[in-house]
């Protein structure tokens, strides 16, 4: 499904599970963005993928990661 302005695409049916060793053997970036629009970059490791469209991310030592979620779901994941 394409936005209106065509810049973004989103998959709508992208299953986690394909990539669950991926996922939950490598750690990952989780961007984000804080009520003031300034970005928010953290590590996580032990990730777990709960379902097809759910992975559980752990929040130790994340300082303003959790609250950034709270104000803007909308995040990328980079899994390496």
Do not use: W
């Not at 986690?16 to 953290?42: F, Q, R, T």
């Not at 990730?47 to 300082?63: G, N």
């Amino acid at each position: 499904m394409d936005n209106p302005n065509n810049k973004t695409r989103v998959i709508e049916k992208f299953n986690l599970e394909n990539y669950k060793k991926l996922i939950e053997n490598y750690p990952c970036h989780i961007a984000s963005v804080n009520c003031n629009g300034n970005p928010n970059l953290s590590v996580a490791d032990h990730c777990v993928v709960l379902s097809k469209s759910q992975i559980l991310l752990p929040v130790i030592e994340m300082m303003n990661t959790p609250d950034c979620i709270k104000n803007n779901s909308n995040v990328v994941l980079t899994f390496f």
